[in-house]
């Protein structure tokens, strides 16, 4: 079947209230920019929906791409037609004659007519359309309340529209529409999950990655802004944050303090990422915790890294298992790079034993007696580089570096 369209449904939530026209701005600007790889592809905005023209574009890529508009519910690819009956039965029955229909398939037409100058009625429509179809296709059966397929009629003025399949959207609220925060972008499985979970709920994301170079060589940088890239496909633009992350960790290390070093990293991080949110006018951050999945996530130590800020931690993954939180980055396109072998700066430093149950008192102790911290913490906030990365762009690599090889996907 070619379709004409696809029409694009708000989430509930999304529709209600004074919020509505932010929301529609913000998915329409979101809609927009995915459509830049569609020229002919157009849009139009109706209540509580949008209209995609395909002009000829393929439905199922268009879509692909749309799926990742957040606040929105759910896609139907549509077929237009002339608001006259013979046309409309004429497309009814291609409809569904283009689908696989076993034996004893059931379905029932939905008909409304939007246009009241259409001379038969919804009720009428119904009976109109269904009958042909069930003596041409004699594998259908009528279930008015539970049927296999549902085939709507919109009767409007110019076209009507018909439709059966409900494809399911990002759900979640407009991108943006929450405000904005900081995702600590690690190379890891978790982090790039996150920072999609908290785009879907209408952040605006920035990352920061925390590297150690020389430590850690420039292809795990090259992976993280890939990772980076990715999370850019679904908001039209992310910026990434590079901080220098050597000095503060060589630095904890002289603390001696082997099993606290990773409370330690993980709070410095924070303090530099609080300093980049106050910056960049971000209100929160979100980190791809998991709530006892290493030493750094149980409850005390959550509790005594979480204490480095005042901004809300925002962890999206907290209640998640594992294998679920793997099928999402699948799903989301991070996976592949996610389990490239590249370290990350804290895997060169941790020890062998990391504290599950660090002591507050002791850590803020350690802190308070090395001055040169906050220099090192200062230093490496304004060592940070900045990077605008954009789907479509190839990201910007340093000249003459080594890049990952295709062939490790
Ligand atoms: P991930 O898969 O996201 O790396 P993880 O399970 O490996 O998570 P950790 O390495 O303990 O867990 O990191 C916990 C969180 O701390 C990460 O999800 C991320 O938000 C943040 N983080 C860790 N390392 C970095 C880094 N180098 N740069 C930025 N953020 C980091
Ligand atoms: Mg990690």
């Not at 059931?106 to 429509?125: G, I, L, Q, Y």
């Amino acid at each position: 079947m070619t379709y004409d369209l696809l029409l694009m449904r708000f989430g509930e939530m999304a529709i209600k209230g004074k919020n509505r026209k932010r929301f529609e701005k913000a998915a329409m600007a979101h809609v927009l920019t995915i459509l830049e790889a569609f020229p002919r592809a157009s849009v139009r905005k109706e209540y509580g929906r949008f209209y995609i023209m395909l002009g000829g574009e393929s439905a199922p890529a268009v879509i692909k791409e749309l799926k990742k508009v957040f606040g929105i519910a759910s896609i139907s690819p549509v077929v237009a037609v002339a608001s006259e009956l013979e046309a409309i039965l004429h497309t009814a029955a291609s409809f569904m004659g283009s689908q696989t229909l076993p034996e004893g398939t059931t379905f029932k037409v939905n008909a409304r007519r939007v246009w009241k100058d259409f001379p038969h009625s919804s009720h009428e429509m119904n009976r109109l359309v269904s009958g042909p179809l069930l003596r041409e296709l004699p594998s259908l059966k009528v279930d008015v309340h539970n049927p296999q397929i549902e085939l709507r009629v919109e009767i409007r003025e110019d076209q009507t529209y018909l439709f059966s399949e409900v494809i399911p959207g990002a759900g979640g609220y407009p991108l943006g529409t929450n405000g904005k925060a900081m995702l600590l972008l690690s190379g890891g499985i978790d982090s790039p999950v996150a920072g999609w979970s908290a785009m879907r709920r209408g952040l605006e994301i920035e990352c920061i990655h925390f590297h150690s170079y020389p430590f850690t060589s420039k292809k795990a940088e090259e992976k993280v802004i890939r990772l980076a890239h990715v999370l850019s496909t679904y908001s039209g633009e992310v910026k990434l944050h590079l901080v220098p992350f050597t000095e503060v960790q060589t630095l904890l290390t002289k603390a001696k303090q082997d099993s606290l070093m990773i409370t330690l990293m993980r709070r410095a991080m924070l303090k530099i990422a609080s300093a980049l949110a106050e910056q960049n006018g971000a209100l929160a951050l979100v980190t791809g915790d998991s709530l006892g999945q290493v030493a750094s996530q149980t409850l005390p130590s959550m509790n005594v890294i979480g204490r480095a800020t005042e901004l809300p931690l925002l962890r999206p993954l907290i209640m998640m298992d594992k294998p679920d939180i793997i099928q999402l980055s699948q799903e989301i396109g991070t996976y592949d790079l996610s389990i490239l072998p590249f370290e990350d700066c804290c895997s060169l430093f941790v020890p062998k034993s990391p504290s599950t149950n660090p002591n507050l008192r002791i850590i803020q102790k350690i802190e308070a007696t090395s001055p040169e911290l906050t220099q090192e913490i200062e230093a490496a906030i304004v060592g940070t580089r900045t990077m605008v990365l954009r789907p479509g762009v190839q990201p910007p690599f340093n000249e003459g570096e080594e890049v990952i090889q295709e062939d490790w996907f």
